[in-house]
């Protein structure tokens, strides 16, 4: 059996060396100048404000709509936007306008039309023209546009628009919500197929967004037999906001349509749980704000806390090594550093009990021992236990308590692991425990989520660290273990880099993902999808 500090906070001197560190450039919106792209149904709602946004951070922007009086008026508000007019429910005259358009870098298939029926109502012509615009129009254009991109060479990145009606059920909605769950399958296909033409595929699952459809909606419903719909289904949205506002559902699609999201390929991000006002240049919300990152010492809980010290944010790291600790309060001149071992309960709490309330808590901490089923020990598991799940609830009650006591809006991110979402052989315990942590993930986040702190968790496949270095490093049956891995992940880039899980971490802790809340986003390049 051998053992390694996942997250790089243990002391063990024998595995662990210095970590690589790289600048993490999270002000990632200057990257899409001179860029292009494609946004469908963008003469309103969603896709406009997409359309605009992309405008305003240097992107030319094929514009495509239906209604020429929509794409006129966008026109003229932002002078980067070429209008494209045609009906996406037409096969042929779709791929034609599509076709004059030349490579661009972004696809955004947002388009789509929403019919009220329930299931014994739905109608032959309602199914059918939901699918025409809803699935089959994603198929038409997305095919024209992967395989310019693939001809010009480009590295591209595709986001359809779904909604949470395709991962859950809902009444009167009965064919939207079917074509939904289609299109969420699609993305997963077409990511498994475009990600080794470095071709990026995902989705964004918005619950209620306040848009005309959305209005019309509650219109509609109102003055039916589905009177109740809406409140139903805020009913089981456990936070206490419950729509999304336009410039969240746009902040996530560019988070995800950009560089600093390469790993994040196959997923459906839900949207689902929280509102709060938003600045897409959210590095500035973190200043004055306070965060606690346990397993601080090394690797990714190190970078999140330079970062976070870096945009302003007062850091507390926590790790079980006072000599890493040192040298990063010399880094990082200001932030607290609280050296404890996460495994002892009664130290944890007391350490964390000394702690003023924070707004961000990230579950970084943890360990790993490369160990098959049949070998594994009481030992292992007892280990891995007490630090990779037990501390992260010890330390979670305790801030949690302190965030609602002083009235903050908080988020807590928990670095589980893509072992947790697949099983692997070689990693019996730590992949079963990150399983579970993923599932007390989302409990907390159903908990806490009415009481303004939102819960998350990321899920990274191989991350380049010391302690991933030395399990290749292993034995020949690791090594094997690694191979069939990566073999797997259909987009070309197979390895997570620190400040790819960073940015991610960041990015979920901020203003700028409110709606996000309970998910466990997979940076694997695909590996889940399959």
Request: proline share 4%; aromatic share 6%.
């Amino acid at each position: 059996m051998r053992r390694f500090c996942t997250h790089l906070n243990n002391s063990c001197k024998e595995t662990c060396g210095k970590p690589e560190q790289k600048a993490l450039a999270m002000s990632y919106e200057s990257k899409f100048k001179g860029k292009s792209a494609i946004v469908t149904g963008a003469g309103r709602g969603i896709g406009r404000e997409i359309a605009a946004k992309l405008g305003a951070l240097g992107v030319t922007v094929y514009a495509v709509a239906r209604s020429p009086g929509t794409l006129s008026t966008l026109e003229t508000e932002c002078p980067n936007v070429k209008a494209v007019a045609v009906d996406l429910g037409n096969w042929e005259s779709t791929r034609a306008a599509i076709e004059k358009i030349p490579a661009v870098d972004y696809l955004v298939n947002n388009a789509g039309i929403s019919i009220t029926a329930n299931f014994l109502d739905t109608k032959q012509q309602d199914i059918d023209a939901i699918y025409e615009v809803n699935l089959k129009a994603v198929i038409n254009v997305s095919q024209v546009v992967a395989k310019k991109m693939i001809a010009a060479g480009k590295s591209g990145s595709i986001v359809n628009v779904s909604s949470v009606g395709g991962l859950r059920a809902f009444p009167s909605v009965c064919a939207y919500s079917t074509l939904k769950a289609a299109l969420d399958h699609l993305t997963k296909c077409m990511a498994i197929e475009l990600g080794p033409q470095k071709i990026r595929v995902n989705a964004i699952n918005p619950g209620p967004v306040m848009t005309d459809m959305f209005k019309a909606f509650q219109a509609e419903t109102s003055s039916s037999t589905d009177d109740g719909v809406v409140a139903a289904v805020n009913a089981r949205i456990p936070s206490v906001q419950k729509v999304n506002q336009l410039e969240e559902v746009v902040a996530t699609v560019v988070f995800v349509l950009s560089d600093a999201a390469p790993m994040i390929v196959g997923s459906s991000i839900t949207l689902d749980g929280d509102q709060k006002s938003i600045a897409m240049a959210y590095e500035s919300n973190f200043k004055g704000k306070s965060a606690i990152v346990t397993g601080a010492g090394r690797g990714i809980g190190r970078a999140i806390v330079s970062k976070l010290h870096a945009i302003g944010a007062n850091v507390f790291a926590v790790a079980r090594n006072p000599a890493n600790l040192s040298s990063l309060e010399t880094e990082c001149p200001g932030i607290r550093t609280i050296a404890v071992d996460l495994g002892n309960w009664k130290a944890t709490r007391e350490a964390m009990e000394g702690l003023p309330a924070v707004d961000y808590l990230v579950n970084n901490a943890g360990i790993l021992s490369a160990a098959n089923f049949l070998d594994v020990t009481q030992q292992d598991f007892d280990s891995i236990y007490e630090v990779n799940l037990k501390a992260v609830v010890n330390v979670s009650q305790v801030v949690a308590k302190k965030m609602i006591a002083a009235g903050k809006s908080g988020s807590i991110v928990n670095v589980s692991s893509v072992c947790g979402l697949k099983g692997f052989p070689s990693v019996c315990a730590y992949s079963t425990l990150k399983a579970s942590l993923d599932q007390l993930t989302r409990i907390m986040a159903i908990e806490l989520a009415p009481l303004k702190i939102r819960v998350n968790g990321v899920n990274p496949g191989a991350v380049m660290t010391d302690m991933f270095k030395e399990f290749q490093q292993g034995t020949s049956t690791d090594e094997v273990v690694v191979a069939a891995g990566i073999a797997r992940i259909p987009s070309p880039q197979k390895i997570n880099k620190v400040e790819e899980v960073t940015a991610t971490v960041l990015f979920l802790l901020s203003d700028a993902a409110p709606m996000i809340v309970g998910s466990s986003i997979a940076l694997d390049g695909g590996f889940c999808v399959g």
